[in-house]
């Protein structure tokens, strides 16, 4: 039996529903579109409104300076710090020097020395075997005091002493330092409770006594009576230069 062919009405209607079809599609995919659109910008409104109102910036205006209130004030704090400690130590050692610079010409300042470093071996010789940590205290005063002697003698007066022709006088006292420096060695690497420490102490002691003895009753009024008053007070400030150093 033949198939009668679909009438001219009946593909009208049919090509009409699918176009309808078609056009809700564009409309329902257009919808959706825009929805996402109102979704992207609601999330950015909330966002500038978060912000104040003001888009983020992640320019270089929200960066921080590179030292804060709080770091300044350490900075200065330690910068005072040192400048006080600088100052304490000038005054320590002005007041070290300061019995030395009182005591008159270059001399009569270095006499005064000798007398202060006879007392250090006084004050060695009266501790005993079980004052071992005196002993240390003492001889470490005792090293300092000499350290700062020799280098105002080697530093100011033994160079003035060759200046005046007393080349011999210079040359010896400045080998008997040497000798000096032998025995502060070996009592400082010695057993502070050693029997053997007063008996080397002593013998330390005859060593200084015959070089104080040689300076200040000839060498040293030989070269005070050469140099004039002028020459005796600039090698008066030399030396306190030179002692300020160790002071």
Do not use: C
Request: no cysteine; glycine share 8%; proline share 4%.
């Amino acid at each position: 039996m033949a198939t009668e062919a679909p009438s001219k009405t009946t593909r009208s209607r049919t090509t009409k529903a699918s176009a309808d079809k078609d056009n809700n599609a564009s409309r329902s995919s257009s919808t959706g579109s825009s929805g996402g659109t109102a979704t992207t910008a609601g999330a950015s409104g909330a966002t500038a409104a978060r912000s104040g109102g003001k888009p983020a910036s992640t320019g270089s205006a929200g960066k921080r300076a590179p030292f804060s209130g709080t770091t300044g004030a350490l900075i200065g704090a330690a910068a005072a710090g040192v400048a006080v400690g600088l100052v304490a130590n000038l005054g320590r050692k002005a007041a070290v020097q300061a019995p030395t610079a009182l005591a008159g010409n270059w001399d009569e300042a270095l006499k005064a020395e000798h007398a202060a470093t006879i007392k250090l071996f006084d004050a060695l010789e009266t501790t005993t075997e079980k004052n071992t940590t005196k002993r240390s205290m003492l001889l470490m005063q005792l090293k300092h005091a000499l350290a700062k002697h020799a280098l105002q003698e080697e530093n100011a007066v033994y160079p003035a002493l060759r200046e005046a022709g007393q080349v011999g006088d210079a040359d010896q006292l400045n080998g008997e330092h040497g000798y000096v420096k032998q025995y502060l060695y070996d009592l400082e690497n010695m057993p502070k409770e050693s029997p053997a420490f007063l008996a080397k102490l002593r013998e330390f002691r005859a060593h200084i006594e015959t070089h104080v003895r040689e300076e200040e009753d000839d060498i040293f009024p030989k070269l005070k009576a050469k140099l004039s008053p002028e020459k005796n007070k600039a090698l008066t400030a030399l030396m306190n230069k030179e002692g300020f150093k160790l002071a």
